[in-house]
C-alpha cells in the first residue's frame, strides 16, 4: 500500500484550512485541548490535515518517525508484523486520539486506516521545538504515552488470561466504553472493523470470532444488528462474563 503523502488510493491533502481548529468538534478530546488561542495559532504552522481513504498505510513500522498525527474522524488500527508472518493489532484509534509518539527516530508499528479517516498531521521536529517552550504540552502528550502503555498492559491480560468469551465480552464493553467517552452513544456498539482485524486484536481466528458472538447472542446478552453494530441486550450479564463469572 502507498503511505500517507502520497497521492493514489484517493487520498487528498486538505491543506490551506488553517481556521478549523477553531471550530474542530472534538478538540477538547485532542493533545491541542491544553493549549491557549495564541498557542494554537502557532501549532497549525507545523499542521496539515489529510484525508485518507480505508485501508490506507499512514505510516510502516521502522520508517522514520518524521511526523506525529491525530485522528480527527474514522478508525485506524496499529499493528506489528511477527517473525512468521501472522499480524497483532495492538490498538485501534478513535477520532480525538494521537499516534506517532516514538521512544526513538523510528515508529515501533504499522498504523493504517480502517475506514476513511481525516488526520492533523504535524512535524515532530517543529512540534519538539514547542516542548522546549511549553512545559504543559510535553507533559500532556507524556501523559498520552503513559494511557497507551496501560491500554498495552490490559491487553497482555486480555490476550494472556481470558477465553475466547471473555475476550470478545471485554472487546464489546470496551468499544461501547470509548464511544461513551467520546460524546456517542455507547449502546448499540459499533465495531466498523471487520472479524479479521477483531481476531488480529484479541488473538482469535475469524471461525472463533464469529463462534463466540454467536454464543453471546444465544445467551441473549448480545444481539447482533448488522452492518457492524450490536445491541447490548444485558449489559450487566455482558461485564460478569467479561470477568469470568
Known amino acids: 500500500m502507498e503511505q500517507l ?5 484517493g487520498d487528498r491533502i486538505l491543506g490551506g484550512d488553517r481556521q478549523s481548529c477553531g471550530e474542530c468538534e472534538i478538540r477538547d478530546l485532542t493533545f491541542c485541548s491544553v493549549l491557549t488561542a495564541e498557542e494554537m495559532a502557532r501549532v497549525r504552522a507545523c499542521r496539515t490535515e489529510v484525508k485518507l481513504p480505508a485501508h490506507h ?3 510502516h513500522e521502522a520508517d522514520e518517525a518524521d511526523h506525529l498525527f491525530n485522528v480527527t474522524s474514522g478508525v ?7 517473525a512468521d508472518g501472522r499480524r497483532q493489532i495492538t ?6 486520539e494521537f499516534l ?9 508499528y504499522t498504523a493504517e486506516t480502517v ?6 498531521r504535524f512535524s515532530r521536529r517543529r512540534l519538539e521545538k ?7 504540552l510535553e507533559k500532556h502528550l507524556l501523559g498520552i504515552a503513559a494511557s497507551e502503555l496501560i491500554a498495552a498492559q490490559d491487553q497482555m491480560v486480555l490476550l494472556g488470561r481470558k477465553t475466547a468469551q471473555e475476550k470478545m465480552a471485554s472487546f464489546i464493553l470496551m468499544m461501547s466504553e470509548r464511544a461513551e467517552a467520546r460524546g456517542q452513544d455507547g449502546n448499540p456498539v459499533t465495531l466498523p472493523m471487520n472479524r479479521a482485524d477483531i481476531g488480529d486484536y484479541l488473538g482469535l481466528t475469524i471461525e472463533t470470532v464469529s463462534r463466540t458472538l ?3 447472542k444465544n445467551k441473549g446478552v448480545i444481539s447482533l444488528m448488522g452492518s457492524g453494530h450490536i445491541l447490548l441486550s444485558k449489559p450487566d450479564d455482558l461485564g460478569d462474563l467479561a470477568e469470568g463469572f
Open 5 to 9: 503523502g502520497t497521492h493514489r488510493h
Open 57 to 59: 498505510t499512514i505510516f
Open 76 to 82: 485506524v488500527k496499529l499493528y506489528k508484523l511477527l
Open 91 to 96: 490498538g485501534f484509534l478513535f477520532a480525538g
Open 100 to 108: 506517532g509518539l516514538a521512544a526513538n527516530r523510528t515508529y515501533a
Open 115 to 120: 475506514t476513511e479517516a481525516k488526520l492533523c
Open 130 to 136: 514547542l516542548f522546549d517552550e511549553w512545559p504543559h
Open 214 to 216: 454467536t454464543q453471546l
